[in-house]
């Protein structure tokens, strides 16, 4: 019994030591950012295109007394995240992959990539949609999505919530689609 229990402790030592190295990476990086170019700069890129889409003569308003200070501070935050994700994963990886089997670190890479290109293949048509091209003569800003946008999500979160409660299942059709029994 204290073995088992010293090896669960043992776990979570390890998993708390790179869940602490992961913020620390992220908080270095925002650190970062905060300092060059500023969370400001960030959200006044990422504003950019809004700006453009406000009618002439207009601009944003603020709603609330530290709106104008908290929404930089959480966009530097998320873009920190992302600067760090790379590092966040590869300790997340460090800390799952000797608890696989050599079949399932295979198929790690695989869903990675495959998720990755269906993420981006969702998102796609909607950043064009939102960002990259004006709305057409006599649409309105507010307005129902087209339908296949609104079936891709319907999708996603239904696949999302299946594999949720059914894991295995993607798992033993990765095993026959291998070969294996």
Known sequence: MSSTQDTFISHLIELRQRLMRSLGAVLVIFVGLFIWPGTGAIYDLLAL?????????????????ITP????????ALAAFMVALPYVLHQAWAFVAPGLYEHEKRLALPIVIASTLLTAGYFAPIVHRAFLRP????????????WPMVAALVTTAAL??????????????????????
């Open 160 to 181: 999302t919530v299946l594999l949720f409660f059914l894991p295995e299942v993607p798992l033993a059709l990765a095993r026959t689609l291998q070969g294996g029994t």
């Open 69 to 76: 200070f908290m929404v930089p501070m959480k966009v530097g």
């Open 49 to 65: 295109p809004l700006m453009r889409a406000l009618p002439e003569g207009t601009r944003m308003i603020a709603t609330g007394v």
């Open 135 to 146: 709305p057409p003569a006599g649409e309105h800003a507010h307005g129902e999505a087209p």
